[in-house]
């Protein structure tokens, strides 16, 4: 442990308000395994670039501002995200904590977190960090095969191949790879992503209250892994 006051304001003390944070890289799982968790645990998930894709949709003022960093997949300004997370984190249904997912990516995130949270006397009870070697995402990111005449005819070569390969099992129509899923892409997306991640991974890290859990097992493995650390953050 490091800071005193800042490990005590992220580690034990949050009572019984769970606030899970979910960390991992892009094809690490992230996204089923924190709706896996909501489901188990009861608490609400809570993807900022979910809240950020819904804002989009309707034609507020903060949607307008947003839109520009959203399409381009660039971040959205952290006092923004800040706002956004703390407004959610008030809601009723959050009273018994919460699952981020896409929330802190930045360490300055992670710090306003910290401190929206002590001025309610809450902390971050546990960040779980799905850990998959990164040629292992490389290959599940490549992996997805679309059907040329119908692209909800969706495979993996890995998870999910079709009965022959790069033909769709539906209608026989040949399967291509869409260009963003290429390994060019695909790593050009992981050098740009990976980086602040691991800051943040490290932050955590530095506080005492990171988890991490293997990504390469099957799904069902991964949710048991993370159920665990839960119970055991539980019992502390
Ligand atoms: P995601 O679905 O998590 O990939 O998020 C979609 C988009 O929402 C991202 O490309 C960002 O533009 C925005 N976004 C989501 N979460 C954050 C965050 N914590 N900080 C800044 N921008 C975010």
Avoid: N, W
């Amino acid at each position: 442990m490091t800071s005193e006051s800042v490990a005590g304001a992220t580690a034990r003390d949050g009572g019984t308000r769970r606030i899970i944070v979910m960390m991992g890289a892009p094809g690490a799982g992230k996204g089923t395994q924190a709706e896996r968790l909501a489901d188990e645990l009861g608490l609400p998930h809570v993807s900022t670039g979910e809240l950020f894709r819904e804002m989009l949709g309707s034609d507020s003022k903060l949607g307008r501002k947003v839109r520009g960093y959203v399409e381009s997949g660039g971040l959205v300004p952290d006092d923004i995200v800040v706002a956004m997370v703390k407004g959610r984190l008030d809601e009723p249904d959050a009273a018994g904590g919460v699952i981020l997912d896409g929330f802190p990516r930045t360490v300055a995130q992670a710090e306003a977190l910290d401190r929206m949270l002590r001025k309610v006397g809450a902390a971050v009870t546990a960040v779980l960090y799905i850990e998959v070697p990164q040629e292992m995402l490389l290959a599940r990111l490549t992996g997805r095969r679309i059907c040329t005449l119908d692209d909800q005819h969706v495979y993996h070569v890995v998870a999910m191949p079709p009965r022959k390969e790069g033909i769709c099992d539906v209608d026989g129509a040949e399967l291509y790879q869409r260009k963003d899923d290429s390994e060019k892409t695909v790593q050009g997306r992981l050098d740009q992503q990976l980086p602040p991640m691991f800051e943040v991974v490290d932050y955590y890290a530095g506080h005492d209250v990171l988890f991490p859990v293997r990504g390469d097992q099957p799904p069902d493995g991964v949710t048991a892994d993370l159920l665990r650390v839960v119970a055991v953050r539980d019992a502390a």
